[in-house]
């Protein structure tokens, strides 16, 4: 019942800047994180960026200060604006939603494909 789409992804050069969203649809509870995470090839997934509904955010130390994520809760959409894009930054960036103390009860995206390369 819960949907979340992403989008936004594509190719862009080292240095450049991309911004990707996260639209979340179905019976969602008002307080509730959403994250980013992202894939490389070969690679696990690991959290870029979180943010509660309260505005709280988390970054990984490997996009402090070039990543900005957000969210409008009215809309439960997440977005995640990348900035000063390193080829290493290239993976598919996937939306998750979640809920504390609720185990069990999270949900994925399907991604989408961020390319960073000259």
């Known amino acids: 019942q819960v949907q979340l789409v992403e989008s936004g992804g594509g190719l862009v050069q080292p240095g450049g800047s991309l911004s990707v969203s996260c639209a979340a649809s179905?019976?969602?509870?008002?307080?509730?994180?959403m994250d980013w995470y992202r894939q490389a090839p070969g690679q696990q997934r690991e959290l870029v960026a979180r943010i509660t509904s309260g505005g709280t955010t988390t970054y990984a130390d490997s996009v402090k200060g070039r990543f900005t994520i957000s969210r409008e809760n009215g809309k439960n959409t997440v977005y995640l604006q990348m900035t000063s894009l390193k080829p290493e930054d290239t993976a598919v960036y996937y939306c998750?939603?979640?809920?504390?103390?609720?185990?069990?009860?999270?949900?994925w995206g399907q991604g989408t494909q961020v390319t960073v390369s000259s």
């Open positions: 998750h939603l979640w809920y504390l103390g609720i185990e069990g009860l999270d949900y």
């Open positions: 179905g019976s969602i509870f008002a307080i509730n994180t």
